[in-house]
C-alpha cells in the first residue's frame, strides 16, 4: 500500500471558522510534510514531522497549527485563516527523511477555500 | 538562494510525438533530482530519481538526464499519450539533515488527439 489519504478532498470555511484537515498513511513512514500549492505554482513546505516530533517549520503563521497524534496521522488544523490561505494543501510522507533517497508519497491533497 | 527554473512554461505536443523538458538549478549542497508528475488537483507521484553520479534514467517512456557540471537536467517523453497531460516538476533535494526539497515552477504538458 502506497497511498497517502486526505481528508476532506474539498473545504470551504469562513475567516472566523475553525477547521482540520487530515492525512493518514500506513507504509511505515517515519517523516510526514505539509505542503501548500497556490494555483499554478509549486508546492511550498510548511512543516516537518520526524518521529512525530515537529522538525521544520518554515515560519509559517500561527493560524496554522500541526498535530502528529501518531505515526501514521498527520493533522493540520486551521483558525481565523484569511482568504489568501486558500489553496491545495498536499500532505506527504517519507521513510525517515533523513535519507537521501527516500521517495516523497504525496497524497491528493485538500483543496480550501476560505471565504 | 536555492532556486530551480524550468522551461518552457507550457507546452501542446500531438499525440504520438516526443517531447523534452528542461530543469536547471542553483542548489547547494546537492543531494538528488527527481522528476514529479502532477495531474491537475492531485498530488504529485515520482517518475525519476537521480543523484550526482547518475547521467540518465529511464521509467517506462520517460527518459530524465542530468548534468551536474552545467546544473542542468531533461526529461524526455517518448511516443506521447493523452494521459500524459499534466504538470512536470523537477525537485532537487538539499543535502541538509532532513529532507528538503526545492520545487521548480514546473511544465505544464497537453497532449492533443
Known amino acids: 500500500d502506497t497511498e497517502v489519504t486526505q481528508t476532506p478532498k474539498h473545504l470551504v470555511m469562513g475567516m472566523t471558522n475553525k477547521k482540520s484537515l487530515k492525512c493518514e498513511q500506513h507504509?511505515?513512514?517515519?517523516?510526514m510534510y505539509w505542503y501548500k500549492q497556490k494555483a499554478k505554482k509549486p508546492p511550498e513546505l510548511m512543516f516537518v514531522?520526524?518521529?512525530?516530533?515537529?522538525?521544520i517549520n518554515e515560519s509559517v503563521p500561527s493560524r496554522f497549527s500541526p498535530e502528529c497524534p501518531n505515526s501514521s496521522l498527520l493533522n493540520l488544523h486551521l483558525h481565523a485563516l484569511q482568504p489568501e490561505d486558500s489553496a491545495l494543501y498536499l500532505c506527504?510522507?517519507?521513510?525517515?527523511?533523513?535519507?537521501?533517497?527516500?521517495?516523497?508519497?504525496f497524497g491528493p491533497g485538500t483543496r480550501l477555500l476560505v471565504l | 538562494k536555492n532556486q530551480v527554473e524550468q522551461s518552457p512554461q507550457s507546452l501542446i505536443i500531438l499525440e504520438g510525438k516526443n517531447c523534452t523538458l528542461q530543469?536547471?538549478?542553483?542548489?547547494?549542497?546537492?543531494?538528488?533530482l527527481r522528476w514529479y508528475k502532477q495531474d491537475t488537483g492531485r498530488g504529485p507521484v515520482s517518475l525519476t530519481i537521480?543523484?550526482?553520479?547518475?547521467n540518465t534514467k529511464s521509467n517506462g517512456r520517460y527518459t530524465a538526464t542530468l548534468d551536474a557540471d552545467t546544473k542542468q537536467s531533461s526529461l524526455h517523453i517518448t511516443a506521447s499519450q493523452l494521459s500524459d497531460s499534466a504538470s512536470y516538476i523537477c525537485?532537487?533535494?538539499?543535502?541538509?539533515?532532513?529532507?528538503?526539497?526545492?520545487f521548480g515552477t514546473g511544465t505544464r504538458l497537453l497532449v492533443s488527439p
Open positions: 506527504a510522507s517519507s521513510q525517515e527523511g533523513r535519507t537521501g533517497g527516500e521517495t516523497q508519497y
Open positions: 507504509m511505515g513512514h517515519r517523516a
Open positions: 514531522y520526524s518521529y512525530e516530533k515537529l522538525s
Open positions: 530543469c536547471n538549478y542553483t542548489v547547494s549542497p546537492f543531494s538528488n
Open positions: 537521480m543523484t550526482f553520479s547518475e
Open positions: 525537485v532537487v533535494r538539499v543535502n541538509t539533515g532532513f529532507q528538503k526539497l526545492v
